[in-house]
Nanobody, 115 residues
Framework: QTRLVESGGGLVQSGGSLRLSCAAS????????VAWYRQASGKEREWVAS????????TYAESVKGRFTISRDDGNSILSLQMNSLKPEDTAVYYC????????WGQGTQVTVSS
């Protein structure tokens, strides 16, 4: 059974940092493109960041560029998102995604940034 399990969310003050992790099981992570998405209350899910198969290329939404860093550890089947200089508008449920010929999502982890 394929599972993606996010962790690391929580409540943090504006300007603070959090590190999200996504543990993958049941799939060979190095065969998947992986990404982070987020969904704020009352809004549609939006893409945050992606990292390609060989981890040489990363892309970010303009709203997080320079503050967030995506990384992958295929040996341990973990995807991470380091979030610095957090803002209240970063408040959302964050989801990890693994996509190849199939598309898998985690259950999400809540990030709340207080002003």
């Amino acid at each position: 059974q394929t599972r993606l399990v996010e962790s690391g969310g929580g409540l943090v003050q504006s300007g603070g940092s959090l590190r999200l992790s996504c543990a993958a099981s049941g799939i060979t992570l190095n065969k998947y493109s992986v990404a982070w998405y987020r969904q704020a209350s009352g809004k549609e899910r939006e893409w945050v960041a992606s990292i390609d198969l060989d981890a040489r290329s990363t892309t970010y939404a303009e709203s997080v560029k320079g503050r967030f860093t995506i990384s992958r550890d295929d040996g341990n089947s973990i995807l991470s998102l380091q979030m610095n200089s957090l803002k209240p508008e970063d408040t959302a449920v964050y989801y990890c995604n693994a996509q190849s010929h199939q598309n898998f999502w985690g259950q999400g982890t809540q990030v709340t940034v207080s002003s």
